[in-house]
């Protein structure tokens, strides 16, 4: 007995698809008393993904499907090819799903004449013939109603058989116009193009009215990966990044510190660091790790400087530095009869590390990170934790262009 046999992937969401269709053919074949297909599938693995124009752009859970059974026979017959002849003259050979090499060697050798049964000897218009080996090595082309006659298979129950094949080629993402909803994206590759993104155009967030004009970076990352319009040199340069993936490396690292944590964010995070490809669902908050991680980087190498800090002036001294604005925190408001004052904590830092602190109730201050020009009146010196503090009072504050590193 010669059996048949097919083996090929199909994403694993369409396992129970393929079932049914087997199901259903097998059903169609035992009609026409043909033996059933016997149906496996592997346990399901990360498959590489490539978008229309070719691009690896994630990886989807794929399961492998093997479909096998008994090549029909009958009395030394078997049909092995299906000759489709359309109006130009042109004939599409379609080997019988799981043929043995043997016999597809043997259809694609062979010399159809179209239109012409060897069985009845009459050359007409068909739309199509078939091809039967025998075992002795003899091969006939037969027209539709002579296979049966001339091998004793029933052509009907082949043609069900014949669905087999369509099954391994069909396509089982139907729409073009989108990714698969069950694709993933390896984490590295998203922290790396993240990361690069940042280097590139510094750390936008969708909620800072600041940024309104400007691409949040998840929006950016995302287009990398799934935005078939994005310009291939912007790609270009993403990828050109040098210490992207160094930087991606140290990120992780600090993700996967996170797991466990009392915080709901820094464990989210370390959850999803932990996993190799994560869904595109949740690539904004794997993104924002990158932001996290740089502003721990920034609040260790503040602290690391401020332990250099020492009292700046004298009570009553007039200062003028050039600084960093390291805080800036929300305090209490107070009031004034009904009238509400707002007032503010900033913190700055010069290039010797010394802290300066001024408690403001003015209506406009510098954000976290501004590089300026602070002068103030020392009110007095103190201790926070270890870092020695400059109090300042009656401060003026005006924006400096940074100084290159």
């Given at each position: ?43 399901p693995?990360?498959a ?45 050979a ?9 016999y ?5 050798q ?72 069950d ?62 993936a ?24 370390g ?28 609040k ?23 600084a ?5 925190i ?21 290039q010797q ?16 990170g ?36």
């Amino acid at each position: 007995m010669t059996s048949a046999a097919m083996r090929f992937s199909v994403p694993a969401t369409a396992e129970s698809r393929v079932r049914q269709l087997v199901e259903a053919t097998n059903a169609r074949a035992a009609i026409h008393s043909l033996s059933p297909y016997a149906l496996d599938f592997s346990a399901p693995f990360l498959a590489d993904y490539r978008d229309v124009d070719g691009r690896v752009i994630g990886k989807r859970p794929t399961v492998t499907v093997t479909i096998s059974g008994a090549l029909p026979r009958h009395q030394g017959w078997t049909v092995i090819a299906r000759l489709d002849h359309d109006e130009e003259g042109e004939t599409i050979a379609s080997l019988f799903p799981g043929l043995p090499e043997l016999y597809a060697e043997a259809a694609r050798q062979h010399r159809a004449t179209e239109g012409f049964c060897q069985g009845c000897s009459v050359a007409r218009h068909r739309t199509a013939t078939y091809l039967a080996r025998h075992e002795n090595g003899e091969i006939k082309q037969l027209g539709t109603t002579c296979v049966e006659p001339y091998t004793g298979l029933p052509i009907k129950g082949l043609e069900a058989l014949w669905r087999l094949g369509t099954i391994k080629d069909s396509d089982w993402d139907g729409d073009e116009g989108s990714v698969p909803a069950d694709l993933r994206v390896p984490v590295d590759e998203v922290l790396r193009v993240a990361a690069a993104v940042v280097t590139r155009d510094g750390r936008f967030y969708s909620r800072s009215e600041q940024w309104k004009n400007r691409v949040p970076t998840a929006d950016s990352v995302d287009a990398y990966f799934f935005d078939r319009k994005a310009p291939q040199e912007w790609r270009a340069g993403i990828d050109a990044e040098p210490d992207a993936a160094n930087t991606a490396a140290a990120v992780r690292a600090w993700a996967l510190q996170g797991y466990g944590h009392l915080s709901e964010y820094r464990h989210k995070v370390g959850q999803l660091a932990k996993g190799e490809t994560v869904a595109p669902r949740h690539l904004p908050t794997l993104v924002s790790a990158v932001a996290g991680w740089h502003r721990d980087q920034e609040k260790a190498a503040i602290e690391r400087a401020a332990q250099n800090s020492k009292p700046q002036g004298t009570k009553g001294e007039r200062l003028t530095v050039p600084a960093t604005v390291t805080t800036v925190i929300e305090l209490e408001e107070r009031f004034y009869g009904y009238h509400a004052q707002r007032r503010r904590l900033i913190k700055f830092q010069d290039q010797q590390g010394n802290v300066y602190v001024w408690f403001s109730s003015a209506a406009t201050v510098p954000d976290k990170g501004d590089e300026v020009e602070l002068t103030g009146t020392v009110k007095e010196h103190s201790t926070y934790g270890e870092t020695a503090q400059t109090v300042l009072t009656r401060c003026r504050v005006t924006e400096r262009e940074p100084v290159a590193a």
